[in-house]
């Protein structure tokens, strides 16, 4: 493999043409969701004051491949195919036998993988005849993302952005203000939730579940508005998959198989958009990698959760998910990998896990952050907080295979660009970072609320 490019582009080929679901593909389905009230598996109808009936259908499709509209498509362009990149410096540094690979998904307009699903969520709205869309964002990723994707299509967008990250990230608040975007700290005072949350804690710094809560609430009380999600909902891992299929492809075209996959965890879209792909071949015989998802220390819903029902946002809106969760009242830390703040794990996800089909593990920020100098150092690229997650563990596997002499082949996506997130890696620099331990104590007294489903 002395040869081949460092740079692998699909110039030859075409943006996949369809999203893949991996639903039809495992032995059993997944527990379905539950209405809060009725504790009864919920029907689509349920779900149409919140999600356009296309979504709806999308969520619950039995079909392995749907068709990505032509409209979406040419808003991909933009941006996708996306490089496949081999991190032949970073090896270096390592002293490493095993070839490294990473999927870039930092050229996306805001930054991130998060418009692979931001956009076709637009679209569905914009055609159903949709006038806004709210959402949350924790790291601002998604809020940015779906801000510009409601400026393709002529929406009104309005973010509930979780207060730690709000104040540490003033540029991401920008950049969604500048495609056109409202934004609110949250909890904010917009909100009966959020007014609730201030009242009882001035100095809240909120949570993905409170901000799923409010951008709910505003959502259900008007019916020119739906909520758009940036993970967790099948149909987000299913627009997402467009990263695997893509690497898939580009492998190929270097004749390499991977041997190890490794992803950030934290609603799970990213995780699973580059995972899916690969685990449809495992399951069908074709190759044999192992997946392992990374998450925070500070968030640990795969490695330190239960596998139970629970609310996918803190007030207890939404219907009832069967997932790895924390608890719906647990808040997190404010650590800096905002977008994994998440008491909770994709259902989807959850589920694959829970039959043993993917691994975990969970890092700490300093040493995540670590890995972030070591590839911007060597790739030249700063990534954002949330994949150095992954770049961690990719990098503790090649110094194991520097030891045993293993030439592994290591799969990963480097799923933001780290450029609005500078005065983190400052004050990693300056060495006022720390590691929060997560007592036990503080985990089971938020699955000490989970609702009796």
Same mark, same amino acid.
């Given at each position: 493999?002395?040869?081949e ?22 032995p059993?389905?997944?527990?379905p ?29 039995r079909d392995?491949h ?24 970073l ?19 805001s ?10 969520q ?23 993302a ?12 309005e ?44 100095? =809240? ?25 940036g993970s ?15 690497a898939?492809e580009?492998?190929a ?13 934290g ?27 990374v ?10 959760g ?17 997932m ?23 259902p ?28 911007a ?37 480097? =799923? ?11 004050g ?20 000490a609320?989970?609702?009796?489903a």
């Amino acid at each position: 493999m002395a040869n081949e490019p460092t740079k692998v582009l699909l110039e030859e080929s075409q943006i996949p043409r369809n999203w893949y679901n991996i639903l039809p593909d495992l032995p059993k389905p997944p527990p379905p969701p539950l209405h809060p009230a009725t504790l009864q598996p919920i029907g689509p109808d349920d779900l149409l004051p919140l999600f356009p009936a296309d979504l709806i259908a999308q969520e619950v499709t039995r079909d392995r491949h749907v068709p990505i509209p032509e409209d979406v498509l040419d808003v991909y362009r933009l941006w996708r195919p996306t490089p496949l990149i081999r991190a032949r410096r970073l090896e270096k540094s390592l002293s490493t036998p095993a070839r490294i690979y990473y999927k870039y998904e930092g050229g996306s307009p805001s930054g991130s993988h998060k418009p692979n699903t931001a956009v076709p969520q637009a679209y569905y709205n914009a055609r159903q005849g949709v006038r806004r869309l709210t959402t949350e964002t924790g790291a601002g990723q998604w809020g940015s993302a779906l801000a510009f994707a409601c400026a393709q299509y002529g929406l009104a967008c309005e973010i509930w952005m979780v207060r730690a990250s709000y104040d540490q990230k003033p540029y991401r608040r920008s950049l969604m203000r500048a495609y056109g975007g409202t934004v609110h700290p949250s909890p904010s005072a917009v909100t009966t939730t959020g007014s609730r949350i201030l009242a009882e804690d001035p100095g =809240c710094p909120g949570s993905l579940g409170i901000a799923i809560s409010e951008a709910v609430e505003v959502a259900g009380g008007h019916d020119d508005t739906r909520y758009a999600l940036g993970s967790v909902l099948n149909h987000v891992l299913m627009h997402q998959t467009v990263i695997g299929e893509e690497a898939l492809e580009q492998l190929a075209m270097l004749g390499e198989t991977p041997d190890l996959i490794i992803g950030c965890a934290g609603g799970g879209s990213n995780f699973a958009g580059l995972v899916f792909p690969f685990l449809r071949e495992k399951l069908a015989g074709r190759m044999a990698p192992v997946l392992r998802a990374v998450e925070p220390a500070a968030c640990p819903s795969l490695t330190r959760g239960v596998y139970a029902y629970d609310y996918g946002d803190s007030a207890g809106f939404t219907p009832l998910l069967k997932m790895h969760t924390l608890g719906h009242t647990f808040v997190p830390d404010p650590i800096h990998a905002g977008g994994l703040r998440y008491h909770g794990m994709a259902p989807l996800l959850s589920h694959i896990y829970e039959l043993g089909m993917v691994e975990a593990v969970a890092k700490n920020q300093s040493e995540c952050f670590k890995a972030g100098l070591r590839f911007a150092r060597t790739e030249g690229i700063v990534p954002a907080p949330e994949p150095t997650h992954a770049l961690a563990e990719t990098i503790a596997e090649a110094l194991r295979c520097a030891e045993t002499g293993e030439p592994k082949v290591i799969v990963t996506a480097v =799923c933001g660009h780290g450029h609005f997130d500078l005065p983190a890696y400052e004050g990693h620099l300056a060495g006022h970072l720390e590691d929060v331990p997560l007592p036990q104590e503080r985990i089971d007294t938020a699955l000490a609320q989970l609702p009796a489903a």
